[in-house]
Structures are given as structure tokens and as C-alpha cells.
């Protein structure tokens, strides 16, 4: 696929006018409830034209959300400093110094070296390359908080080079090996993204959504929630895949041979690696152990980061033009407050009991059954697992936790689910586009291999999943 053209002023002018029209409309055509006050209205529509901004796109995203900061103090009432409060919590300093660590495993090439072991441990057969990366992109996930940098600078380059190792490009020879790769490899980061606290950017702002209603999130609690039911969906992603989009190759003798090869050219570890290594496992150490030792994550990540830099693996420079981690300090931690100040003014809380009484009879597990389905799949009509989160998470929530359901479950599995329900499009979050870029894969095939991942995901997330949390007494 090709790159999108730059948008024309006319075409930002006409979105933006767009936004406009849906704020306006929002707030003076619509019925306000009488618990919300007139200013808790006007943020309604802020926020929710904020996220069909972060859609549509007329400046990018972090633009978009200082936009609606800047005018939150005009049109929701609000002061500039409680605005701007977002950038102060630790969630968004959790996220940017994660960041931080995960752009030095990918600059000293640790991140590499790990999915070359993988590969050289278990790449002698196509489904084992699948497995490799798979479980290549598990462990950065654990530590890096961007599915697109673990895709982008890790895990796509070295399936590429693998399917070219076997003669398998775009057209009539991806069915050798590239089609299945493709396909598996993005399934499996959606179950990856799913298994973690640090996953992918906006799975903390769900832990702090999730605080909000008194439920409070942990990198170790979201670790046990997700990890029976995720090693369930890891290992049969890539063995249905491989079902769906046979490869002609299925002995890759080759990939092994070819990761030895790299490390030999590798060489030995590193200084650089080696201290980045005992940060890497120092770092997830504590966030295992926080809730023993009293260490908040925030601190221990930012320590990680401290000691890169003392220790000079990570450089100042590449800290201040890590641009990823920048935009993403932007748009979330905006994005993170003017959640908050719906909820603080009750608009959440409305929402809530008006559309609860349309299901006034119905009792919480089918009714979070049902809300789950239409949560899943309403990931169609999005291409952001965090535009997603924020348009459904919260109110989803409230709707539950007013019924009566147990906040553990409900907040772990529309959580997880979010970030699952992304297999279904080949634009469902920012790696889809990566990998269906390459050309290996049709749309065709890839909607349909999302489709049945769907399902098999519902089912074993449904079923395991729900029998995990059980156990677990999340309900």
C-alpha cells in the first residue's frame, strides 16, 4: 500500500468544520440529562469530537488533543491548570520511560538478538519461525509499550528477511511462506498486545480509566489476568493461521541456519547489551514485585531509564528526539484528563443509569456477554485500539459496575478484549497497516483470517478466560 497522500487545507478545513458541526449539534440539539451540568455537557462533546478527531485525523493526534486541552478551559469549564493535570500523573511518565528502555533494547540490538535465539531455537520449520516471533514479540511486550515499535523496529525486518531467504515476495510466490508469516505473526501481536499492562499505549490509560472506579490495575495483576487464557489464544493463533493460509514451505531449515548466522555476526554480548539486560530483568522485577515491596512501577521504570542514561546506553539526544514517546505524552495524557473530568462530573455516572434502564432486567454476566460482543466487534468501524477504548471503555464500565457486576472481570475482559478484537481488520491497530503493507497477504484473506481469529479468540477468552478469572476470584 502506498504511503497517504498530504491532506489539502481544503480537506482540513472541511474536517475540521465537520468537528465543528458535530460539537455544536452535540451540545444544543441534543437533550441534556438533568444530573449533568451545562459545562459537563459541553466537555461531553469536547471529548467525544476529540476522539472523532483522533479518527479522522485533520492534524495528527497529539495535535488534535492539545487542541481540545486548549479549549477545555472555554468551553468545559474548566481551570488551565486542572487542563493541563493530565501531564502530571504517573501513568503518562510510566509510559514515556518505557519508551525510553524500549528504544535502547532496539538501538544496541538486544531487541534483535532475542528474536534471533528464538528463531535459531525453534525456526526449523514454518511454524516454528511463527512460534519464534510470536513469542519474540511476548517478551518485548512486556517492557516495550508500542506494538508498532516492537512490529517496526524488531519483529516485521526479520520476517521479511526470512521470507525472502526462501524466495517468497509479494504475488505469486507469497504463498510460499510469506502469506502464513504475515498473517500469524500480526495475529499473535494482538494476543500479545492483549496480555500486558505495557502491551500497547493505551492499556494503562485503561488501568486508570479502571481506578477511577476504584479498581486498581497492577503490571503483575494484569500479568496473571492475561496470561492462562492468552497462552491458550498464543498457541493455537499460529496453528490456525497456518490452517487458514497454508505455506507451500513447511521444513525452514534455512531460518534456522540463518539466525545462527546473524548472531556469529553479532558476536558476543555487548557491554551495552549486558547492562541494558540486567535493567531489562531489574526493571521487570520490581513491577512483579510491587505490590510486596511498596515500588510504584512509574518509579522503577523511570529508575531503568536514569540508568541507561548514567550509563550512557541510552544518549540524552535520543531521549529528546524519541518522537514517538513524545507524541504519545501528548495525546495521552490529555486524553487521560479530560476522561477524568467527565467522570467527575457525573457525566459518566448518567450515562450510566440511562442506559441501564433499558436493561433493567436482565442480570450482569448475560449482560456483559452481550456488551462484550458488541465491544468486539464494533472494532470495525475503528482504526485505533485507543480511539476504540475511549469511546466504549468508560461507559461499558459505569453501565456494568451500576448493575452489580464484579469490577475485576469487567474491567479485565472489555481490557483484553479491546486489544484482541484489533485481528479483524488490516487497519485495527498501528502495526495491521505494517504487515498488510508488505503485499503477501489480500484484503480478503486477511478480513477472513481476522474474522475466524474472532471467534476463536471469543471462545477461548470466553470460556478459559472467564474460568481463569474465576479462579482468581475476579468474580
Known amino acids: 500500500m502506498a504511503e497517504a497522500a498530504p491532506k489539502t487545507v481544503k480537506r482540513i478545513a472541511i474536517e ?23 459545562d459537563g455537557w459541553r466537555l461531553t462533546a469536547l471529548f467525544l469530537a476529540t476522539v472523532l478527531g483522533s479518527i479522522l485525523q485533520p492534524v495528527p493526534g497529539g495535535a488534535v488533543v492539545l487542541l481540545a486541552i486548549t479549549l477545555a478551559p472555554v468551553l468545559g ?56 516471533l510470536a513469542l519474540t514479540d511476548w517478551v518485548l511486550a512486556s517492557i516495550i509499550p508500542s506494538n508498532a515499535a516492537r512490529s517496526g523496529g524488531v519483529i516485521l525486518p526479520i520476517c521479511r528477511s526470512i521470507c525472502e531467504l526462501y524466495g517468497s515476495y509479494p504475488g505469486e510466490t507469497a504463498k510460499r511462506l510469506g502469506r502464513f508469516l504475515m498473517a500469524g505473526v500480526y495475529q499473535s501481536v494482538c494476543v500479545s498486545t492483549a496480555m500486558f499492562l505495557t502491551g500497547q499505549a493505551s492499556n494503562p490509560l485503561a488501568a486508570q480509566i479502571a481506578s477511577g472506579f476504584g479498581y486498581k490495575v497492577t503490571w503483575a495483576g494484569w500479568l496473571v489476568a492475561g496470561i492462562v487464557p492468552g497462552a491458550v489464544s498464543l498457541a493455537l493463533t499460529m496453528w490456525l493461521v497456518l490452517k487458514l493460509n497454508p505455506p507451500e514451505i513447511r521444513h525452514t531449515p534455512e531460518a534456522a541456519r540463518f539466525a545462527h548466522d546473524e548472531l556469529v555476526k553479532m558476536g558476543p554480548m555487548t ?27 512509574t518509579v522503577a521504570a523511570l529508575w531503568g531509564s536514569a540508568a541507561l542514561l548514567i550509563t550512557e546506553i ?27 473530568a467527565l467522570n467527575e462530573k457525573g457525566v459518566t455516572k448518567a450515562f450510566a443509569e440511562g442506559l441501564g434502564g433499558y436493561f433493567s432486567g436482565l442480570e450482569w454476566l448475560p449482560m456483559l456477554a452481550v456488551m462484550l460482543l458488541i465491544y468486539f466487534y464494533a472494532h470495525y468501524a475503528f482504526a485505533s485500539i485507543t480511539a476504540h477504548m475511549l469511546a466504549m471503555y468508560p461507559p461499558f464500565l459505569a453501565l456494568l459496575a451500576a448493575q452489580g457486576a464484579p469490577l475485576g472481570v469487567v474491567v479485565f475482559s472489555f481490557a483484553c478484549f479491546v486489544n484482541l478484537s484489533a485481528c479483524l481488520t488490516h487497519f485495527g491497530t498501528t502495526p495491521a497497516p505494517m504487515f498488510f503493507s508488505q503485499g503477501y497477504v489480500s484484503m480478503r484473506d486477511w478480513w477472513r483470517t481476522g474474522f ?24
Open 314 to 340: 541510552l544518549k540524552w539526544e535520543t531521549v529528546v528526539s524519541e518522537r514517538a514517546a513524545w507524541d504519545i505524552f501528548i495525546w495521552y495524557g490529555g486524553l487521560l484528563r479530560l476522561g477524568k
Open 16 to 38: 475540521f468544520s465537520a468537528l465543528a458541526v458535530f460539537y455544536c449539534g452535540f451540545v444544543f440539539l441534543l437533550p441534556r440529562p438533568e444530573s449533568v451540568t451545562t
Open 271 to 297: 557491554r551495552a547489551q549486558k547492562v541494558l539486560l540486567v535493567v531489562f530483568i531489574s526493571v521487570c522485577g520490581a513491577w512483579v514485585s510491587s505490590g510486596q515491596t511498596g515500588v510504584d512501577i
Open 77 to 132: 469549564g474548566m481551570k488551565i491548570a486542572d487542563a493541563l493535570g493530565g501531564y502530571a500523573d504517573s501513568t503518562v511518565w510510566l509510559v514515556m520511560a518505557a519508551f525510553f528502555v524500549s528504544r535502547a533494547l532496539i538501538d544496541t540490538g538486544m531487541a534483535r538478538r532475542i528474536a534471533l535465539l528464538f528463531i535459531r531455537l525453534f525456526g526449523k520449520s514454518s511454524l516454528g519461525v511463527g512460534y519464534a
Open 452 to 475: 475466524v481469529m474472532s471467534i476463536a479468540h471469543l471462545a477461548v477468552w470466553g470460556t478459559i478466560g472467564f474460568a481463569w478469572w474465576k479462579l482468581l476470584g475476579l468474580w
